[in-house]
T-cell receptor, first 113, second 114 residues
Framework: EPEVTQTPSHQVTQMGQEVILRCVPI?????FYWYRQILGQKVEFLVS????????KSEIFDDQFSVERPDGSNFTLKIRSTKLEDSAMYFC???????????FGPGTRLLVL | GDSVTQMEGPVTLSEEAFLTINCTYT??????LFWYVQYPGEGLQLLLK?????DKGSNKGFEATYRKETTSFHLEKGSVQVSDSAVYFC?????????????FGSGTRLSIRP
């Protein structure tokens, strides 16, 4: 069964460094998402992406964040200058159509020191 | 704005016990409702869903009924197993946008004793 994959599974970085989290959505899916879960807290929406542009973003998704679908298969989340409070599990998700189910990847655990 | 409230955990039960995890929501119109499960060390998996009032979602022995009148979507299972130990998230998707984000509850950790 096709699934969303994410790399790396864990990443440790220094405060102020740039990180890129990578996702490979399911191949015929058209809608893409990033969510994050700070340890012990709820899963929060960051951004949705459709037709090569951001369709919605939360207040968390400030100028330090960007997303890209560079090659038709990968979907990346870049954090330009990481802060301690960016430490979280980041989930990628995708869906095929408007009313379809979102499928989630296994997550990338990011630790900012 | 839209929100989901679910019962706080952790919930610890013995094997074969009856499970209920309460979930209520606030949303305009007719959202779609979901239960996701996160097994240890894994990502979020869709457990079941319901897209309109009075629909019952079911999967792996779990059930939840979309109750518009009480704005609830409680998760139930008649006889839990050790393998059901996981974190369960109630969630909704608003009806107003095709690219709608999913809004999650805070999660309920379930532990089943053998």
């Amino acid at each position: 069964e096709p699934e969303v994959t994410q790399t790396p599974s864990h990443q440790v970085t220094q405060m102020g460094q740039e990180v890129i989290l990578r996702c490979v959505p399911i191949s015929n899916h058209l809608y893409f998402y990033w969510y994050r879960q700070i340890l012990g807290q709820k899963v929060e929406f960051l951004v949705s992406f459709y037709n090569n542009e951001i369709s919605e973003k939360s207040e968390i998704f400030d100028d330090q964040f960007s997303v890209e679908r560079p090659d038709g298969s990968n979907f990346t989340l870049k954090i330009r200058s990481t802060k301690l409070e960016d430490s979280a599990m980041y989930f990628c998700a995708s869906k095929r159509g408007e009313q379809e189910t979102q499928y989630f990847g296994p997550g990338t655990r990011l630790l900012v020191l | 704005g839209d929100s989901v409230t679910q019962m706080e955990g952790p919930v610890t039960l013995s094997e074969e016990a009856f499970l209920t995890i309460n979930c209520t929501y606030t949303a305009t119109g007719y959202p779609s409702l979901f239960w996701y499960v996160q097994y240890p060390g894994e990502g979020l998996q869709l457990l079941l869903k319901a897209t309109k009032a009075d629909d019952k979602g079911s999967n792996k022995g779990f059930e939840a009924t979309y109750r518009k009148e009480t704005t609830s979507f409680h998760l139930e299972k008649g006889s839990v197993q050790v393998s059901d130990s996981a974190v369960y998230f109630c969630a909704l998707r608003g009806q107003d946008s095709s690219a709608s984000k999913i809004i999650f509850g805070s999660g309920t950790r379930l532990s089943i004793r053998p």
